[in-house]
């Protein structure tokens, strides 16, 4: 599990830095005037990219199990499964917390407040918190990552682009899960829980598959 954690330390420490971050800014600022300060800044060519960003939860996880599992079931194994733990902790929480999203909240709380809304989007009004399509994002590209630095440590003229493939699916992570807040279906409370559920759903396979290869190879 070590070993796992040095190879993607660069992720986990850009995700540690993202996760304080949004905890700060959370603890520091109210809830209504933190989400329109992260989605008041709509644009002609924000609003065609973030929906289709958005989008890419509800069916890039399942083409890439289904291709991982044919190319290599056991790699397959370890990202499906990850998703599967992911997807069960946050259903589990929405139904348990029920709490508003953004469009429901300020029509309750904030009822002179206007959200910025894009075209075209189907708005929810409940389960809120966590939001599933971050848990999915940081699953998603966390255990791809990890995937990618485990075959860079076979190929030792290689070691270098794993910096660069780390910061590339943290980045994707990233901006992806912020497609939530700007879209107005989720707080920025739902996209830290996300990012933690996400990360720690991958962290938990990887060291239930480490102890099972441990046990085949004593």
């Not at 929906?51 to 509800?58: F, G, I, K, R, T």
């Not at 075209?120 to 255990?143: D, E, I, Q, R, W």
């Not at 912020?178 to 279906?185: D, T, V």
Request: glycine letters at 6%.
């Amino acid at each position: 599990m070590i070993s796992i954690l040095r190879r993607n330390s660069i992720f986990l420490a850009l995700w540690s830095a993202a996760v304080l971050t949004l905890t700060l800014a959370i603890c520091l600022v109210d809830k209504g005037t933190l989400h329109l300060a992260l989605c008041d800044h709509h644009t002609s060519w924000a609003d065609a990219v973030m929906p289709v960003l958005s989008d890419l939860a509800n069916w890039l996880p399942y083409a890439i199990c289904v291709v991982l599992l044919i190319w290599r079931w056991r790699i397959g194994l370890f990202v499906t499964g990850s998703l599967l733990l992911s997807t069960g902790l946050v259903q589990a929480a929405k139904h348990i917390v029920r709490a508003p999203r953004p469009l429901t909240w300020f029509a309750e709380n904030m009822p002179d407040v206007t959200l910025p809304l894009t075209e075209g989007v189907k708005m929810n009004y409940y389960l809120s918190f966590p939001s599933g399509h971050t848990t999915t994002f940081f699953c998603l590209f966390l255990a791809l990552c990890m995937v990618c630095t485990w075959y860079y440590t076979k190929q030792p003229r290689r070691r270098i682009h794993s910096i660069g493939v780390q910061v590339l699916f943290f980045a994707s992570a990233a901006v992806c899960s912020y497609s939530r807040i700007y879209l107005s279906q989720h707080f920025a409370l739902d996209v830290l829980a996300g990012m933690i559920l996400g990360v720690g759903s991958v962290l938990i396979i990887a060291a239930a598959f480490g102890r099972i290869l441990e046990r085949r190879e004593a």
